[in-house]
């Protein structure tokens, strides 16, 4: 089994059922098991399986806000560069785990190789990823949240990057969906 060190917001996203990709600057083999692990106090969060790693495209980034829950623009992702892509980890079947679970780290490597054994002493509970598909498009420092919701689609803020004010600019849903969504983007629960 494979534990992965993620820092908040967002292995808080994880903990919600809000994110499916691990964005990172290289691509892995590895298929399995895998303890998503909060980097700053050790603690095992949750356990998915790590079923495909894929390069990433400018329209792939845009258009799978919901699964990556990160609020920058493609060109400026830290982990990519014109010679190497970014990878999207692709992660399903979230289990949380409940208690408080600590993973010793030993140096400062993004991941720590474990014994599949380690999840017969945890107790899991099902997370269920949101329905809901949020999507981003970035305009200089501008990012726009989108909703799409079976047949529906909405812009329904705009993120002023440079200073975070979030505006809402729609009417056409009620207020307490336009709460959900903001309340998704919370990385603090």
Known sequence: ????FVKKPWSSFYKKGMKSWEIRSYPTDYRGDILIIESKTNR?????????????????????????RT??????????N?????????LSFPELILGDTRIE??????????????SDDLDFERIEFLPERLA???????????WL?????????????????????TDEIGQNEIDYIIAQLDCNG
């Open 44 to 68: 095992a969060i949750c356990k998915m399986k790590l079923t495909d790693c894929i390069p990433l495209t400018k329209e792939r980034w845009e258009m799978n806000f919901e699964k990556h």
């Open 136 to 146: 981003c498009k970035f305009l200089g420092n501008t990012m726009l949240v989108y």
């Open 71 to 80: 609020s920058c623009s493609f060109e400026s992702l830290p982990y990519h």
């Open 149 to 169: 919701k079976k047949n529906y689609f909405a812009l329904v803020a705009m993120t002023d990057l440079s200073t975070y004010s979030t505006r809402i600019i």
């Open 105 to 118: 780290r030993k140096d400062k490597k993004p991941f720590i190789e474990l014994d599949d054994s380690i």
């Open 82 to 90: 014109n010679s190497h892509p970014a990878y999207a980890w692709v």
């Open 1 to 4: 089994m494979l534990g992965l």
